[in-house]
Nanobody
Framework: QVQLVESGGGLVQAGGSLRLSCAAS????????MGWYRQAPGKQRELVAL???????NYADSVKGRFTISRDNAQNTVYLQMNSLKPEDTAVYYC?????????????WGQGTQVTVSS
């Protein structure tokens, strides 16, 4: 079975930084993309950042210039460096994995990690 291990969430003051990590393991032939999504209370889940094995990446407009997504392909790990954090960034952050296994395409979600930014 596929597993995602998320870490790095916590409480930080506005203007501070956090780095989230997500490590994938299990029956994965090839990773297509890994990314981070977030969901705040009363809000729908939204894309934060996504990076593909082919090299392209996407960011939400609200985090451009502040967040950076990166990958260690050898370790099947994705990182999200979050700088200049704002209270509006407070949410549960979910790691998402898109991968191939036995010529089938799968999507898998982590359980989420809480990020709280105090004002």
């Amino acid at each position: 079975q596929v597993q995602l291990v998320e870490s790095g969430g916590g409480l930080v003051q506005a203007g501070g930084s956090l780095r989230l990590s997500c490590a994938a393991s299990g029956s994965i032939f090839r990773i297509d993309a890994m990314g981070w999504y977030r969901q705040a209370p009363g809000k729908q889940r939204e894309l934060v950042a996504l990076i593909r094995t082919i090299g392209s990446s996407n960011y939400a407009d609200s985090v451009k210039g502040r967040f950076t997504i990166s990958r260690d392909n050898a370790q099947n790990t994705v990182y999200l460096q979050m700088n200049s954090l704002k209270p509006e960034d407070t949410a549960v952050y979910y790691c998402k994995l898109n991968y191939w296994s036995d010529y089938k395409f799968y999507e898998y979600w982590g359980q989420g990690t809480q990020v709280t930014v105090s004002s």
